[in-house]
Structures are given as C-alpha cells and as structure tokens.
C-alpha cells in the first residue's frame, strides 16, 4: 500500500462522521425467510461486529417492482448510508437485482463486481463468471445542478460463502473509508 494510500485511510479513519456506518440489508430470494436467510445473518454479524448499526433489514421476492420499492424506501430513510443486499446477482431469468439497480447507480462502482469475481475464481473457478455482483452510489433527491447525497450500495450473491468473501475480504475494510468520502 502507497504511502499516501495510508495516510488517506489514516484521515478517513480519524473524523468521527467514518466509525459507525447506519446500513439496510436486503435480501433478495423467492424461498428464504428469516429463519433461513444465512447470508442476510451474516452480514448483520459482520457489521455488528465492526461497530456499525442496522437500520433496516427485510427480504423481498425476486422481482424488479418489489426490489425497486424497497430500494426506493431504503433512500428515503435518511439514517440510512450503505445498503447491502444479497440475491438475484446471477443470470437466470428471475435474477433482477443488478437490473433494477443499475438503474439508480451514480456513479457504479466497477472496481468491486471486478475484484469480487477475482476472489471468487479463486474459490470457485470459471462459475465465478456467473455473477454479476456490483456495487456503487445510489442518490437521493439532488437540487438542480447537483448530485445529491449518496447511499451506498454492495449487491452480492445469495450464497452464504460469497457473502463471506465480499464482505470479509471487500466490503467490511472499507465501508467506514467509502461512507467517509461520500460525506467529506
């Protein structure tokens, strides 16, 4: 890591709006509940652990209404600044997910779909193609000639392993510096 890598982060982790990030979880799936929703549990564990808050944490159908209605509620809520959701990232007809969220993305993040692939053929080979996990900034309502504020937003697979790998490898080490700079 670059010096000035290191004394970014070191900024970033000294301003007292970084330490705790207030999040949503979505989970995206036609059959889990909250009795089997692995990957939902996991990243709750996660970023309890690392001091952040949940605010927010539901399960809804794979469907593009429904996932854009609870992404729409996620933005309205203004305690929220991450929104992490898992499910429907794949290429079978009823994974919707990345559609619907593309369209709200401003700017996507490319670096994070690119990397979590990278780590994931590690573990999983070719099939790691298979995913289409992104990430980026969703808006709120921006004033004429502006962006507006940004909430971030990590879409990972449903399986519990990839979960595993984009929030303890990707996500979780830089979520406090990414909420920093979308503030800052």
Same mark, same amino acid.
Request: glycine residues 10%; charged residues 30%; aromatic residues 2%.
């Given at each position: 890591?670059?010096?000035?890598? !290191?004394?970014?982060?070191?900024? #970033? %982790?000294?301003?007292?709006?970084?330490?705790?990030?207030?999040?949503?979880?979505?989970t995206?799936? @036609?059959? /889990?509940?909250?009795?089997? &929703?692995?990957?939902? &549990?996991?990243?709750?564990?996660?970023?309890?652990?690392?001091?952040?808050?949940?605010? /927010?944490?539901?399960?809804?159908? @794979? &469907? #593009?209404? %429904?996932? @854009?209605?609870?992404?729409?509620?996620?933005? =309205? @809520?203004?305690?929220? !600044? =991450?929104? $992490?959701?898992?499910? +429907?990232?794949?290429?079978?007809?009823?994974?919707? *997910?990345?559609?619907?969220v593309? /369209?709200?993305?401003?700017?996507?993040?490319?670096?994070?779909?690119?990397?979590? /692939?990278?780590?994931?053929?590690?573990?999983? +080979?070719? %099939? %790691?193609?298979?995913?289409?996990?992104?990430?980026?900034?969703?808006?709120?309502?921006?004033?004429?000639?502006?962006?507006? #504020? +940004?909430?971030?937003?990590?879409?990972?697979?449903?399986?519990?392993?990839?979960?595993?790998?984009?929030?303890?490898? $990707?996500? #979780?080490?830089? $979520?406090?510096?990414?909420v920093?700079e979308? *503030?800052?």
């Open positions: 890591m670059s010096e000035s890598t !290191q004394e970014h982060r070191a900024s #970033a %982790a000294t301003s007292e709006r970084s330490s705790t990030v207030r999040c949503s979880i979505l995206i799936s @036609d059959t /889990r509940t909250r009795e089997t &929703d692995d990957g939902g &549990d996991l990243i709750e564990s996660i970023l309890t652990r690392d001091g952040h808050e949940i605010v /927010r944490r539901e399960i809804v159908r @794979d &469907d #593009a209404d %429904a996932i @854009d209605g609870h992404l729409g509620l996620a933005l =309205a @809520d203004e305690r929220v !600044q =991450a929104v $992490l959701t898992t499910g +429907g990232t794949g290429v079978a007809t009823r994974d919707s *997910t990345i559609d619907v593309r /369209r709200r993305l401003d700017p996507e993040l490319e670096g994070f779909g690119e990397l979590f /692939r990278m780590l994931s053929y590690h573990e999983v +080979g070719g %099939a %790691a193609m298979l995913s289409r996990a992104t990430a980026g900034v969703m808006r709120r309502r921006a004033v004429e000639g502006e962006r507006g #504020a +940004g909430v971030l937003i990590f879409c990972m697979p449903g399986s519990k392993n990839a979960v595993e790998t984009a929030m303890e490898k $990707l996500i #979780a080490p830089e $979520l406090s510096h990414l920093w979308l *503030t800052r």
